[in-house]
């Protein structure tokens, strides 16, 4: 067997808890492969909303096991919390979600850098969720961070205080205050890392998933943030720190490319962006307010109003060259509802046609939009096939098709479970 990939397209955000927790019950493994607690997957079961950081999306499916990869960064008390949430719904974990001895731990140390970096930043600051994610990829690539697997043994406590008090030499020359509360942060972290390992022993998720290939079971590796965020393609230096492309399934689950089957890439029908950095097609206008309220366009994570603004077809076909994507799934249609006119930037002035602007020249080009008709969905008609939306919304759907040369295989128009349409695929496009 091979291994799908599911990953947003954009700048995170485009609804991929939702997508995998749908996709679920065809896979008997579930795999996050980089990123850490920045990301939030939401998932509305049963008009309750879960917000899931570290933990892969398909936690509510039954059948499914569920694995921290290598490429994962972890904070042991967010995690922690997260578990203990998802138990008060009644899941039991154990046996269940597997946690890479590999994977790299966020101390109490790299918060406190997160933040002491970007306050030094100024105007130039990158809008970082401050979950330590950039001093923990940091210390890995430097070749000092702590492993999952390094805590087990009593050595661990001392390694741990090794580098702890390297953040703080760090913090001293930053001259930076350290919180007075940072001995019960640092009796915290130990406490619940100590925990942690009790309940779920570190494991060797490459063998795991190529074992589990090798006897024909289906595993999907569930993307975090945004291509458009990644540290090599995005509009460095407005990125997070780790790879957010198809090519991270192979290094942050210790997955051959060889044994990449499909790339499903997930878009909104409109983009959004929180923190920094770049945004061609962004709104600062009412139309912008009226998308991020259709929209409920708030972090998940940090609950900052997200930046908000028209689909941008070059910057989508970049991110689907960069993934090798196969099938798309668009969301968020419904938020669009009710709007009379709709645009989609598709081409730069001075660029060929789909010729992106990412990542070398995000703010010196000028989009330019074509318009299309609005449409409005009925909140008490549950759509099962395309032929049933309005034709306004089929057309926009069949523009895209034409346009990327892919078929948009699912359409999301809502956030439960059942608001979500598979589309027949006739072979009209490439990439099947
Ligand atoms: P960091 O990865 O938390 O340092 O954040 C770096 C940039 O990526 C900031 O602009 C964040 O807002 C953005 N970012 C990080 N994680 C996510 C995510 O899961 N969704 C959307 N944006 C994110």
Redesign the pocket.
């Known amino acids: 067997m091979k291994a799908d990939v599911l990953l947003?397209l954009q700048?995170?955000?485009e609804g991929k808890g939702k997508a995998v927790d749908v996709l679920a019950p065809s896979y008997e493994w579930i795999a996050r492969f980089q990123?850490?607690p920045?990301?939030?997957?939401t998932l509305w079961l049963d008009g309750k909303r879960i917000v899931l950081h570290t933990i892969p999306s398909g936690i509510f499916r039954e059948e499914c096991m569920n694995i921290i990869g290598n490429g994962v960064v972890i904070h042991p008390p967010s995690l922690l919390h997260e578990i203990k949430e998802l138990r008060k719904h009644g899941l039991n974990l154990e046996g269940k979600l597997l946690i890479s001895a590999k994977a790299h731990l966020i101390l109490p140390g790299h918060r406190l850098l997160?933040q002491a970096f970007?306050s030094a930043k100024g105007d130039y600051k990158?809008?970082?969720?401050?979950?330590?994610?950039?001093p923990a990829y940091t210390d890995k690539y430097a070749r000092h961070g702590l492993r999952y697997g390094d805590l087990v043994g009593p050595q661990g406590e001392t390694l741990f205080q090794l580098a702890h008090d390297e953040h703080l030499r760090q913090l001293k020359a930053l001259r930076s205050e350290l919180p007075l509360d940072i001995a019960n942060q640092v009796r915290e972290w130990l406490d619940t890392m100590a925990e942690l390992l009790t309940d779920f022993a570190p494991s060797d998720g490459s063998w795991l998933l190529n074992q589990a290939l090798d006897s024909g079971q289906r595993v999907l590796a569930e993307g975090?943030?945004?291509s458009l965020?990644d540290v090599e393609f995005g509009a460095y230096p407005?990125?997070?720190?780790?790879h957010t492309t198809s090519a991270a399934a192979c290094t942050g689950l210790g997955i051959a490319p060889t044994r990449i089957g499909k790339v499903y890439g997930l878009f909104k029908a409109y983009c959004?962006?929180?923190?920094?950095?770049p945004f061609p097609t962004e709104l600062l206008d009412e139309t912008g307010d009226a998308l991020r309220s259709a929209g409920h366009e708030f972090?998940?994570?940090?609950g900052?109003p997200?930046r908000c603004g028209w689909l941008d077809l070059p910057a989508l076909s970049y991110a689907i060259r960069l993934n090798g994507v196969h099938q798309l799934i668009i969301t968020k249609a419904d938020a669009l509802s009710g709007f009379d006119e709709i645009k989609i930037a598709v081409r730069y002035q001075g660029l060929d046609h789909h010729q992106s602007p990412y990542p070398d020249r995000p703010t010196d080009c000028i989009p330019e939009y074509q318009s299309f008709p609005g449409w409005k969905l009925s909140p008490n008609q549950s759509y099962s096939t395309r032929q049933q939306l309005p034709p306004s919304l089929q057309s926009y759907l069949s523009y895209l098709e034409d346009q990327l040369n892919l078929p948009i295989r699912w359409v999301s128009l809502g956030p439960e479970r059942s608001q979500i349409l598979e589309s027949q695929i006739d072979g009209t496009h490439a990439g099947i």
């Open positions: 947003g700048w995170g955000d990123g850490g920045n990301a939030g997957h997160d970007e990158i809008g970082s969720t401050l979950r330590g994610i950039g975090a943030q945004g965020l407005f990125v997070t720190s780790s959004t962006r929180v923190g920094s950095g972090g998940a994570t940090t900052r997200r």
